[in-house]
C-alpha cells in the first residue's frame, strides 16, 4: 500500500501509479479541490464521470466547520462526501497561515481564528493529524509553517525549520495512531503535553484494514539553498511514502517557482510521489511535469469555472463575451465532457449572463475535466517518449493569441 | 398527435397519456420549471434521471433574454436547452401581469419593462403566439390577462373578456402559422395591424414535421359563474388538444381554488388534459389530481430546494435545522433520487450551513424527484382504483406533525 511505481520516464517527466487504500492514482494527476468536502458545483457523481481519481479535502476548513466529530460519526470523510476513491486532507498549514483574522504563532501551537464565526482554535503538529486520522483520507498531510512569496531567507529559514520539528511531532503522533496507541505521549524534552482534554480520536473503519499515510510538505520559500537543505532533512526524518512541495505559488514570479523546481528535480528520490500543492493553471501542470512533479491540486479550475472562464486548448475563453451570444460551437472541440457534448457556447453565455446555477456547475466540470485530460495526454506522451515535442506543440497552441 | 387518451379513471382522478412531438407524457404529470430555459441547478440529464417527461420554460423570460432569435440561430429551444423531451412554454400572460415595474395594458396589447435592463416591450397576443412558434416547444400557451387572487366580478371578468378576445387572435396567429403562412393578417373590424416590422418568425425544423399545438387559458378568478361561462366560451372557440387553467394558486385561499377545480370539474370535456397552472406544492397535487388535474408546473420543488425545504412523504423538512447535524439517514427513505440514495442528512445541512452549491442542486433534484413520483404513485392508484383510499392515507402520513 502507498507504493508508487514509474511506468515511463522522459527527461524528468515521469509517468507512475500509486496505490492507495481506496484506488490507484495514474500520474501526472490533477487532483480537484473539494475544500468543504464538496468540489464545489460537482456531485461525486460528476467527478467520476470526469475520471476524477483523487479529491483533497481541507483539515481546516472541516476542522471548524462541521467539525472533524460531525464527519467521523456519519462515517468518515469517504462516507460524508459519498467520495469512494482516494482522498488527501491538506493539513491546515496553508489555511491557518494565509486567511484574514488573528493568529498567534508559538513553537507548540497555532491559535487562529475561525472564518466562520470568529471562535479560536488551536491547532498542534499533533491535533492536525489526530483530526486528519479522525477524518479518514488515505494521504494526510503534515502541519507546516507557510509563509509569503517574497519572504526573506531569515523568515523562511525560520518557518521551514519549525515545519521540520513540526513533522517530527507529526510523524510520531501518526506513527502512534497507525499503531491503534490512542492516547497522546509527551513529547522528549517538552514540558508542555498536549492538553489532557484531548479526546482520543475516534476513527470509524470504513474500510477493513483502512490505513492512511502522512506526506511531509517541504518548505523554504525560493531560497535555492534552504529548499536543498530542507529536502534533505526531510528525507533524514522518514521513511515516506510521498513528498508534497509547498509554499510555492503563493505570490512570487512564476520563474522563481520554476527555478526552486529545477533545483529541486535531480536531488528528489525517483521513487517517491512529488506533489507540488496550489498548482495550477494549465500552463504550470505542463512546465512543473517537465520538471518532474507527479500530483497538483488547485481550485482554479472551480473558481474560474464560477468566473465563467473557460480553460481551451487555444487558451483560456470567457464565455461571457457577446462573440460567444449565438455561437453553436462546443465551448472546446476536443473535450469529452457533459459540457461540451451536449451545449452551445451561446447556451453556456445565456446561463452565466442569465445568472443560473448550471452555468457554474458546466463550466467547473469542463475545467476540471481540462486539466483531467491535460495530464492524461502529458501521461500518454511521457510513455511514448514524445513529451517534449508535445509540450512544445501544446504550448504553441495554448499561447497563441486570439485563437478562440 | 397531440392526442390524449384516457388509461383509467377513479371518481373524478385520471389517469392518462398525452403524445407529443417529442414524446408521450403519462399523467398526472408534474413538470419541473425551466424559465430561463433551464430548470435551475438542474441539467437535462438529472432531468431524465428523475424521469421528468415534459419541461416548461418561458416566454417572457426567453424574450428579453436572450431573445427569441438567439435561441432559434442556436437551433430552437429543445437543442438551446438540450432537452430531446416535450416542452411547453408559458405565454408570457402571467409574467408581464405580475412582475414589477411599468406595465400598460390595451386591447391590442400589454407594454412592459423587461425586468433586466428596465427597456420597454411591447407583448401582443400575435406576438406572444409568433415568439412561440420560434421558440419551438411542442405546447404553446395563448396570451391571456392575469388578475390577481382576490379580484372582485368586474375586474375578473374584463379580464376574461379580453383573455377570450386574445384567445381568437391567439388561435388565428397560430393556425396562421401552421399552415406555413409568416404574413401577419389584420383582424376583421381591427384597424390596428400588427406592426409590420415584425419580421417573418423563423422556425428551425429540429424534428422532421415538426408541429406545435396551442392551448387556451381560462380565466375567471375565484368567480365560479364566470369560471363556467368563460369555460364554455373557450370550448366554443375550439377545438383544443388541451385546456389550462389559470389565475388560481395566485394568492386566493386554498378552498377557492379547491372550489373553482370542482365547479369546472364535471364541465371539462373527458378527451381534453387539463393542466393547472402555477401548482403545486405536493398536498394541492394530490387535492387537484381528485378533481379530475392532469398536469402541473411551479417553481416550488427548486425554489424551496434552493432555500433548504425538502419535500418528504412525513411533510416538509428544513434541512439547515441543527436535529440533522449528525443524521445519517437519508433525506427521504423511501425515494430513489441521487440525493437520497448517496448522502445522509447530516452532509445536505453541512452543505447548507456551508452555502455549497451542492446543496441546492441535490435538494432541487430530490424535490422535484418527490413530486414526479407523487404524480407516478397516483397514477397508478388511479389504475387500480385505489385512489380515494391512497390519497387518505398520503394525507394522513404527509400532515402527521413532527413525524421527521
Known amino acids: 500500500m502507498f507504493e508508487f511505481t514509474l511506468d515511463a520516464t522522459c527527461g524528468p517527466a515521469r509517468a507512475g501509479r500509486l496505490a492507495l487504500p481506496h484506488g490507484t492514482v495514474l500520474t ?63 493539513s491546515g498549514g496553508f489555511q491557518v497561515f494565509s486567511l484574514e483574522g488573528f493568529r498567534r504563532v508559538s513553537e507548540d501551537a497555532v491559535e487562529f481564528q475561525s472564518h466562520v464565526d470568529g471562535s479560536r482554535h488551536t491547532l498542534t503538529p499533533e491535533r492536525a493529524v489526530e483530526v486528519q486520522w479522525t477524518l479518514g483520507a488515505d494521504i494526510a498531510m503534515a502541519f507546516d509553517h507557510v509563509v509569503p512569496g517574497g519572504a526573506d531567507e531569515p523568515t523562511a529559514r525560520d518557518a521551514m525549520e519549525r515545519t521540520l520539528r513540526w513533522l517530527e511531532r507529526c510523524a510520531r503522533r501518526h506513527a502512534e495512531l497507525t499503531r491503534g496507541d490512542g492516547k497522546t505521549e509527551g513529547r522528549k524534552g517538552d514540558a508542555r503535553e498536549a492538553p489532557a482534554r484531548t479526546p482520543p480520536p475516534f476513527r470509524p473503519s470504513v474500510l477493513p484494514s483502512q490505513s492512511q499515510t502522512l506526506w511531509p510538505i517541504l518548505q523554504g520559500g525560493s531560497h535555492l539553498a534552504l529548499r536543498a537543505e530542507g529536502l534533505q532533512r526531510t528525507l533524514d526524518l522518514g521513511p515516506w511514502t510521498g513528498l508534497a512541495i509547498g509554499g510555492l505559488a503563493v505570490g512570487e514570479p512564476k520563474h522563481m517557482m520554476y527555478g526552486v523546481l529545477d533545483a529541486l528535480a535531480p536531488r ?137
Chains 1, 2 share one sequence.
Open 268 to 404: 528528489l528520490p525517483a521513487a517517491l510521489p512529488r506533489y507540488l500543492m496550489g498548482v495550477g493553471f494549465p500552463g504550470d501542470l505542463v512546465a512543473a511535469v517537465e520538471r518532474g512533479i507527479d500530483l497538483f491540486d488547485c481550485v482554479a479550475p472551480t473558481r474560474n469555472g464560477r468566473n465563467g472562464s473557460a480553460f481551451t486548448p487555444d487558451g483560456p475563453v470567457n464565455i461571457r463575451n457577446a462573440e460567444h451570444r449565438e455561437d453553436p460551437r462546443p465551448l472546446d472541440a476536443t473535450c469529452d465532457c457533459e459540457t461540451c457534448t451536449t451545449f452551445s457556447r451561446g447556451y453556456l453565455r445565456h446561463l452565466f449572463v442569465a445568472e443560473e446555477l448550471l452555468g457554474l456547475r458546466l463550466l467547473s466540470l469542463h475545467n476540471v475535466r481540462f486539466l483531467i485530460r491535460l495530464a492524461a495526454e502529458m501521461r500518454a506522451a511521457i510513455a511514448t517518449g514524445e513529451f517534449p515535442r508535445w509540450a512544445a506543440a501544446w504550448r504553441r497552441r495554448y499561447t497563441q493569441p486570439g485563437s478562440t
Open 28 to 90: 501526472p494527476a490533477f487532483m480537484p479541490v473539494g475544500t468543504q468536502g464538496t468540489v464545489r458545483a460537482l456531485s461525486p457523481q460528476d467527478l467520476r464521470a470526469i475520471g476524477a481519481e483523487l479529491v483533497l479535502a481541507n483539515t481546516y476548513h472541516l476542522h471548524v466547520r462541521p467539525g472533524e466529530g460531525v464527519v467521523a460519526q456519519l462515517g468518515g470523510l469517504h462516507r460524508f462526501m459519498a467520495w469512494d476513491r482516494p482522498l488527501l486532507t491538506d
